[in-house]
């Protein structure tokens, strides 16, 4: 209706602008038939007021304005472009389950940017300095939850052992449970000490902001030292302290 009715304002100024053309010719004919030098300003005159009032009635030219097509792409990718993306785009995509991992484990940090651990019982199956002179097992559930751990903070761990021959062994056993892949635990951040007194120097120098032990009489002594605390135990799991919090495993605390 208003595209109608625009039209109809053009086509009226248009007759109304060949109408005036025409009587303007006229005047201005008549005027050039007397030569004198008012009939030549007056002809200046009509001249200039006719390129005016063109310029004024000439009706407007109106460009038809494109239409604006609706871009799918804008809101997010059509199904036809994720299935053509490279696969390294899809690799930055992360499941609500990743995401609510990565909550969890950020909150039982507390903050925590330096975080030491033992390895007997907490990484390794086996219990005692002893047990790892013969054989050593890394538990595989918690290769993952140490994968995580080194995007959220810098990891240590640590471990007191008999003789260098089990240094080797442990090294070679983490190795093979994948736990020095690339953005995992660094093999330069594993310690060995041949005394308990010995981690818990290592805990005081490198000034760990959480630690993690079996050893309720480590945690203790570290209570004084170190801001939080994470007691590995068969015991029911709670908090025995203001900064330290027990768990029956790594992986449960965690999750």
Same mark, same amino acid.
């Given at each position: 209706?208003?595209?109608?009715?625009?039209?109809?304002?053009?086509?009226?100024? #248009?007759?109304?602008?060949?109408?005036?053309?025409?009587?303007?010719?006229?005047?201005?004919? *008549?005027?050039?038939?007397?030569?004198?030098?008012? #009939?030549?300003?007056?002809?200046?005159?009509?001249?200039?007021?006719?390129?005016?009032?063109?310029?004024?009635?000439?009706? #407007?030219?109106?460009?038809?304005? =494109?239409?604006?097509?609706?871009? =799918?792409?804008?809101?997010?990718?059509?199904?036809?472009?994720?299935?053509?993306?490279? #696969?390294?785009?899809?690799?930055? *995509?992360?499941?609500?389950?990743?995401?609510?991992?990565?909550?969890?484990?950020?909150?039982?940090?507390?903050?925590?940017?330096?975080?030491?651990?033992?390895?007997?019982?907490?990484?390794?199956? /086996?219990?005692?300095?002893?047990?790892?002179?013969?054989?050593?097992?890394?538990?595989?559930?918690?290769?993952?939850?140490?994968?995580?751990?080194?995007?959220?903070?810098?990891?240590?761990?640590?471990?007191?052992?008999?003789?260098?021959?089990?240094?080797?062994?442990?090294?070679?056993?983490?190795?093979?449970?994948?736990?020095?892949?690339?953005?995992?635990?660094?093999?330069?951040?594993?310690?060995?000490?041949?005394?308990?007194?010995?981690?818990?120097?290592?805990?005081?120098?490198?000034?760990?902001?959480?630690?993690?032990?079996?050893?309720? /009489?480590?945690?203790?002594?570290?209570?004084?030292?170190?801001?939080?605390?994470?007691? *590995?135990?068969?015991?029911? /799991?709670?908090?025995?302290?203001?900064? *330290?919090?027990?768990?029956?495993?790594?992986?449960?605390?965690?999750?």
């Amino acid at each position: 209706m208003s595209d109608r009715a625009a039209e109809n304002a053009g086509t009226l100024v #248009s007759r109304l602008a060949r109408h005036l053309n025409r009587k303007l010719s006229d005047v201005i004919s *008549i005027l050039l038939n007397h030569k004198s030098v008012g #009939s030549i300003g007056a002809v200046a005159g009509f001249a200039i007021a006719f390129v005016f009032a063109w310029k004024v009635l000439r009706p #407007s030219q109106r460009r038809p304005r =494109p239409k604006r097509r609706s871009n =799918p792409a804008a809101n997010g990718r059509s199904g036809g472009d994720v299935a053509g993306s490279d #696969s390294s785009d899809l690799d930055v *995509i992360r499941s609500p389950r990743q995401v609510a991992q990565g909550d969890i484990m950020r909150r039982k940090l507390g903050g925590c940017r330096k975080v030491t651990c033992q390895l007997i019982g907490v990484i390794l199956e /086996e219990k005692s300095p002893e047990e790892l002179q013969t054989h050593v097992t890394v538990r595989e559930s918690v290769a993952k939850v140490l994968f995580d751990l080194t995007k959220h903070c810098d990891l240590y761990l640590m471990e007191t052992v008999l003789d260098n021959e089990t240094e080797e062994r442990v090294l070679s056993a983490l190795e093979s449970a994948g736990i020095f892949r690339p953005g995992g635990v660094m093999k330069e951040k594993v310690l060995f000490c041949s005394t308990e007194i010995g981690r818990t120097s290592f805990v005081r120098q490198l000034e760990s902001d959480l630690h993690i032990d079996t050893n309720l /009489e480590i945690i203790s002594q570290l209570s004084r030292f170190i801001g939080r605390q994470l007691y *590995i135990s068969a015991m029911e /799991e709670g908090q025995i302290a203001p900064n *330290i919090f027990t768990s029956t495993s790594l992986e449960h605390f965690f999750s």
